[in-house]
Nanobody, 124 residues
Framework: RVQLVESGGGSVQAGGSLRLSCGFSGSRYIDICVGWFRQAPGKEREGVASIYTGNGRTYYIDSVKGRFTLSQDNAKNTVYLEMNSLKPDDSAMYYC?????????????????WGQGSQVTVSS
């Protein structure tokens, strides 16, 4: 199983920025999908963004396009989610997850290994 550890959450005002980090290890494959999910109280978990570590190809849901950016540091096995222009609706527990072998990074149900989560709170 892939082990994942998130960090970087916190509290900001609307319009602010945060960067989440996801360090991963233990993959049986050289390249995997790493996805970011979020879950707000009383809501279902939703996939937000994903990246294929092989070529850096990214995918974003419409509500975060232009505001969130994924990047990776292959040497550190770390994926970053830069979140700008944050809105109160972005408040949630954010989780990173791994899909291996990588099949379709935008297919959320294929993610099977999860980190512990990192809280993001955006105040108005």
């Amino acid at each position: 199983r892939v082990q994942l550890v998130e960090s970087g959450g916190g509290s900001v005002q609307a319009g602010g920025s945060l960067r989440l980090s996801c360090g991963f290890s233990g993959s049986r494959y050289i390249d995997i999908c790493v996805g970011w999910f979020r879950q707000a109280p009383g809501k279902e978990r939703e996939g937000v963004a994903s990246i294929y570590t092989g070529n850096g190809r990214t995918y974003y849901i419409d509500s975060v396009k232009g505001r969130f950016t994924l990047s990776q540091d292959n040497a550190k096995n770390t994926v970053y989610l830069e979140m700008n222009s944050l809105k109160p609706d972005d408040s949630a527990m954010y989780y990173c997850a791994a899909q291996e072998p990588a099949s379709n990074c935008g297919t959320w149900w294929r993610y099977s290994d999860w980190g512990q989560g990192s809280q993001v709170t955006v105040s108005s």
